[in-house]
Nanobody, 123 residues
Framework: QVQLVESGGGLVQPGGSLRLSCAAS????????MGWFRELPGREREFAAG????????SYANSVKGRFTISRDSAKNTMYLQMNSLPLQDTGVYYC????????????????WGQGTQVTVSS
């Protein structure tokens, strides 16, 4: 099993920035890729960004490309999501996930999930 714990969510003004963290523990050798997903109000869980743990290759949803940056610190077993220029529409619950297959944009490809962290963009 892989345990994932997100942190860093909170309240931010429109146009502001937040950095989310996802600390992994347990059988992390199972992890080939990780991703950030989000649930926006009234919408299904959607892919935001993914990263291959070994080589750091990244992928992004079009909706966040150029504003979000995913990264990882292998020594700390931690993944990050730097979010800039946040609009009101980015409000939602953000989840990190780990997969033994890769960093797919499909939620069902991920076996392990964190509990989620709330991001609220509001003035």
């Amino acid at each position: 099993q892989v345990q994932l714990v997100e942190s860093g969510g909170g309240l931010v003004q429109p146009g502001g920035s937040l950095r989310l963290s996802c600390a992994a523990s347990g059988s992390t050798w199972r992890r080939k890729g990780m991703g950030w997903f989000r649930e926006l109000p009234g919408r299904e869980r959607e892919f935001a960004a993914g990263i291959m743990w070994k080589d750091g290759a990244t992928s992004y949803a079009n909706s966040v490309k150029g504003r979000f940056t995913i990264s990882r610190d292998s020594a700390k077993n931690t993944m990050y999501l730097q979010m800039n220029s946040l609009p009101l529409q980015d409000t939602g619950v953000y989840y990190c996930a780990a997969s033994s297959r890769g960093s797919s944009a499909l939620p069902y490809e991920y076996e392990y999930w964190g509990q989620g962290t709330q991001v609220t963009v509001s003035s």
